[in-house]
């Protein structure tokens, strides 16, 4: 097999400093005509650039360029780092989900890795951008959770395609060689359901967001699962997907969501349990019963994904959740890129286990 594209590119570019073509405090042709120059895209020639500054033969000033500060491999003259630069891009995080990731992703690189957090909000524009930015900081890998699991953000089949360190978080890409951390949500969702037709309902309802992402399907196949499982009868029409202020992006008002919910509960009076997509929404679908007099337990039991972190308040007041070790996503997340810098055919998938967590939004359904 031959040289890889980013090696060719270094090797050209390393030859010509060591020979004088261009000399110490000389300028490197800029990136785009490197692109040009030798056929190949900006990312191949961002790593072969980056080989450059960490063999101390280059710096890359803001505004400048490529400057050559040495015509010989050095040790001392590098960026400063022993530890590799890692980029982690998140669509956002809070309590609920996502400071855990990144308390894992913290926690695992101490001494082993620096890292660079950034959130893209659910934009796919601003996760390419962001995306570009992180290499062009110099990251040898990258943690991604991507906004959309229905179409592959062409930045991703970029990087797949060049092998670069990736490691996709909470989120599928079934059809693409890169490494994944993800809890298993069809085995949380199946758990949850089988729950609730253990307390004695049986009429359940599904509430999600209108998402396109892997974790939602899975979600609701799990759903659907635990009734044909348990020979119990599903119906779509007993599914919600329309709630919208929770996606990163939309800003729709949390008001218009518990509208929503109430109507869709005032249609469906017969359904006394629900799996809900995550805390917040669950905290709407809470609201929206009380709202029309059905209280939580009492008519109507709730189970969500994710909880934020709880002091020394009793257990009945926290909701029955499917817990995610997030921390472990993190930890695994940063285990496996720095697996990739070093060996790059290093790829894996990772399904990590959940937990139910019983609280006090759950009970058997009232007779009568």
């Known amino acids: 097999m031959g040289r890889k594209l980013y090696q060719q590119v270094y090797d050209s570019l390393r030859a010509r400093i060591e020979s004088g073509a261009i000399p110490v405090e000389g300028k490197l042709p800029t990136q785009d005509a490197l692109v040009v120059e030798f056929g190949v895209s900006a990312i191949t020639v961002r790593r072969a650039l980056d080989m450059l500054r960490d063999d101390g033969l280059i710096v890359r000033r803001p505004r400048i360029g490529s400057v050559v500060v040495s015509d010989v491999v050095t040790t001392d003259t590098r960026s400063g780092r022993e530890l590799p630069l890692l980029g982690c891009l998140l669509t956002n995080f809070d309590d609920t989900f996502g400071t855990h990731v990144l308390t894992g992703v913290l926690d695992a690189a101490e001494g082993h890795a620096e890292v660079i957090v950034k959130r893209s909000l659910g934009g796919h524009t601003a996760e390419e951008h962001m995306l570009a930015e992180l290499i062009d900081a110099g990251c040898a890998g990258i943690m991604l959770l991507p906004s959309s699991s229905l179409v592959v953000p062409p930045a991703v089949l970029q990087l797949t395609a060049e092998r670069f360190p990736l490691v996709i978080l909470d989120r599928i890409f079934d059809t693409l060689p890169v490494s994944t951390v993800c809890s298993d949500n069809f085995a949380g969702a199946q758990s949850a359901t089988e729950y609730l037709f253990s307390l004695g309902h049986r009429n359940l309802g599904l509430i999600l967001p209108r998402s396109t992402v892997s974790t939602i399907d899975e979600r609701r196949n799990g759903f659907i699962y635990a009734h044909a499982a348990l020979h119990m009868a599903y119906l779509p029409e007993h599914e919600y997907h329309e709630v919208r202020s929770v996606v990163p992006g939309d800003i729709a008002p949390i008001e218009e969501d518990i509208s929503g919910l109430i109507d869709f509960l005032e249609a469906n009076p017969h359904l006394t349990g629900f799996l809900v997509s995550e805390y917040k929404v669950a905290q709407m679908l809470v609201e929206a019963g009380r709202q029309i007099g059905r209280r ?4 109507l039991s709730v189970v969500c994904f994710d909880h934020p972190p709880v002091g020394f308040e009793p257990q009945n007041s926290h909701v029955t959740h499917v817990r995610q070790d997030q921390a ?6 940063l285990e496996q890129v720095l697996l990739q810098v070093a060996d790059r ?7 990590l286990p ?3 967590v019983v609280g006090g939004t759950t009970a058997a359904p009232t007779v009568g």
Do not use: F
């Open 296 to 299: 939580c337990p009492e008519s």
């Open 328 to 333: 472990r996503m993190g930890r695994t997340a």
């Open 345 to 351: 055919g290093a790829v894996a998938k990772h399904v």
């Open 354 to 356: 959940t937990s139910l």
